[in-house]
């Protein structure tokens, strides 16, 4: 497989023959010379043209004579952006390689990227926060361990990190591991509210290869966004992008978490994102963390699900949506991306302790995998867990098989279906055909005396330290400060 | 009048290529996909 950092194009080689060719390539002056040197039958040289043109068109390979580009632009940079994994399998030998999403579904030998959640730690209290964030863990992974499991990630041949916390940029040693991960062929794209970019770390960022930013912002207007956020969010987010957009940071990420109040803002949000030469990325608010009690007033309406639906169709090629809206898909044409569950085959989550989780979204005992901690790290727990090993297993369906758009949105968020009580084989909440409704009155999810569901595991928000007359209570340092215990220089 | 009976042309016979590997039958030997962090973390 190989994976283009800025076109976010995964590629898979469907003979380890391609491969050869691929390599062969910079040692010959021509395609067919390649082609030939890598054993390729001459009746069969048309088929490996036709494949070369494909991995041309989506700047998988580029003319070894064009000079480098300047960072940030649409073309590539030199040496070509993008990570090669050789050896996953292609199927028994002499059989048709099975397509790239059933691939997917029965698991990988390695993520093709996961989420890396670096602390707890953050200066807001988002009310929709997936990990609760707030205080910092005091057991979170050393810088030595950190880079240990970087090390991991880059002999599994993982493509990147998507790093996030609590807010990343406040661990001390951020723009050490950044380095780290990057100078080891793992790239690396980041999530923050934006409190440590400022110019400095602006102009560093604009000219580091493999780094992607993502701002949050979940208001296009400072009053629909600190609602979510917190006061002087919007601001911070704001500041934080004009300063990329000034050192010539092109086509970072404005990532925002679609509720019921921002729907309305989608045109504003893109024009903001335009606005900065960015890109929008619009992603599926969860019932996770703190968004668990906040969920039911947040996600959207039926109505508004089908206006979103609407708006990405027409917005396809321009915004992202962390293949995250896959359960809309029965609407109409698929949205771009795998619109399927990743969770435990190509994806996972490192917390900031090590745990190992099948997906962000599901930080529960019941998808805790393991952890980078214990013998065999990483490594072990994506090969040999019984959680992923149960993930990667044939789904049947249950209670959506009958249903006509299975196919299409393939039963939905497990996450989303987990934190409301509704069971893994059945539909997802949000199903667009109205079964989750249903499916959570006939739980007892709804309505009056409704039976709680699953509660998120671990709470990291920031306490009420309450504070008596002449006795204050005892507290840790970071009961009250996110950051205790550090000493944070103005260097980011 | 009976039908023509079909006689197969001597070149065409003659060039016919082997059948290809089935793992080169297949249309395309690259699939590609857009992949955007599989579940949109925030």
Redesign the interface.
Known sequence: MLYHFNTRSLSFLKTPTLLSVLENLAAHDTARAACVAAGVPEPDVPLYQRALATLASSQMIVPVALPPEPRRTAQPVSPPAFGLRAGEETGPAGSHPVPLTERFEHGLNAPICLTWELTYACNLQCIHCLSSSGRRDPNELTTAECRTVIDTLQRMQVFYVNIGGGEPTVRPDFWELLDYATGHQVGVKFSTNGIKLDADAARRLAVSDYVDVQISLDGATEEVNDAIRGRGSYRTARAAMACLAAAGFRGFKVSVVVTRHNISQLDAFKQIADEHGAQLRLTRLRPSGRGADVWPELHPTSAQQRELYDWLVAHAEQVLTGDSFFHLSPYGPPLPGLNMCGAGRVVCLIDPVGDVYACPFAIHPDFLAGSVRQPGGFESVWRSSRLFSGLRQPQTGGACRSCGSYDSCRGGCMAAKFFTGLPLDGPDPECVRGHGEAALAAAGRTGAGALAPPRPAGDHSHRKVAVTIGRRPPVRGCDEDPLAGWSLGSGS | MPAPTPVADPVTTATR??E???????D???????????????
């Open positions: 290529e082997p290809p590997d089935p793992l080169v039958t297949d395309l030997l690259v699939e590609e996909i857009s992949i955007d962090g599989m579940c949109g973390v925030y």
